[in-house]
């Protein structure tokens, strides 16, 4: 028996090419395209209907339930965002600075998201931090709990964006702190903590 191949304690497996099913490996390859993932997502909101993104998106669901990266949940991840539209960045810091004065316990997405072990990739690639033409949000999470889904393995040619799919839509949130970054002339980093 290989190691991947051992269920652990609670019943979870570690998630492997060898071990996911034919429906998986498609949901973590639309998951991968960018056209796919926004369509996947778009499930979870409840403004895509088609079935073939649905079918998708139920498998995802279904997964965390199966699999768990097994890493060490203390080591920070990350997510960038990027906005164009300056008042919808606004409404989305307001929101979270509220939350973090009122300390109260938010969820970051209504659907399952991309967070990174690199620090890199969220910030130049995905918040765009560096292109002024951008407002950005770093979601800096420092703990978080089981049932993530790390597909580094799937990526091929993304594999360096060590990609960590978590259960957002399913999981609560504290704000630690929020934190202007002085290297940039319009980004907040928001510091979390899974509950």
Same mark, same amino acid.
């Given at each position: 028996?290989?190691? /991947?191949?051992?269920?652990?304690?609670?019943?979870m497996?570690r998630?492997t090419k060898?071990?996911a099913?034919? /429906?998986?490996?498609? &949901?973590?390859?639309?998951?991968?395209?960018? @056209?796919?993932?926004?369509k +996947?997502?778009?499930? =979870?909101?409840?403004?895509?209907?088609?079935?073939k993104?649905?079918?998708? &998106?139920?498998t995802?669901?279904?997964? =965390?339930?199966?699999? %768990?990266?097994?890493?060490?949940?203390?080591?920070?991840?990350?997510?960038?965002?990027?906005?164009? %539209?300056?008042?919808?960045f606004?409404?989305?810091? /307001?929101?979270?600075?509220e939350?973090?004065?009122?300390k109260?316990? #938010?969820?970051?997405?209504?659907?399952?998201?991309? =967070?990174?072990k690199?620090k890199?990739? &969220? @910030?130049?690639?995905f918040? $765009?931090?560096?292109?002024?033409?951008?407002?950005? #949000?770093?979601?800096?999470l420092?703990?978080?709990?089981?049932?993530?889904?790390?597909i $580094? %393995?799937?990526a091929?040619?993304?594999?360096?964006? %060590?990609?960590f799919?978590?259960?957002?839509?399913?999981s609560?949130?504290k +704000?630690?702190? +929020?934190?202007?970054?002085?290297?940039?002339n319009?980004?907040?980093?928001?510091i979390i903590?899974?509950?």
């Amino acid at each position: 028996m290989y190691i /991947d191949e051992i269920e652990y304690n609670n019943g979870m497996k570690r998630l492997t090419k060898e071990i996911a099913t034919k /429906d998986e490996k498609e &949901a973590i390859g639309g998951w991968l395209d960018y @056209y796919e993932c926004q369509k +996947i997502r778009g499930c =979870f909101y409840g403004f895509v209907a088609d079935e073939k993104y649905l079918k998708k &998106a139920k498998t995802l669901d279904m997964m =965390f339930e199966k699999y %768990d990266s097994f890493l060490d949940k203390n080591e920070t991840i990350y997510r960038g965002i990027r906005f164009k %539209d300056t008042e919808e960045f606004r409404i989305f810091l /307001d929101t979270y600075s509220e939350a973090l004065d009122k300390k109260g316990v #938010i969820r970051i997405d209504l659907a399952p998201s991309s =967070f990174t072990k690199n620090k890199n990739v &969220a @910030y130049n690639e995905f918040a $765009k931090a560096k292109d002024d033409t951008y407002h950005s #949000i770093v979601f800096k999470l420092l703990k978080r709990k089981s049932n993530e889904l790390y597909i $580094k %393995d799937f990526a091929g040619k993304f594999a360096y964006q %060590d990609e960590f799919i978590i259960k957002s839509h399913k999981s609560k949130f504290k +704000i630690v702190d +929020i934190k202007k970054v002085k290297e940039y002339n319009s980004t907040y980093e928001i510091i979390i903590e899974e509950l």
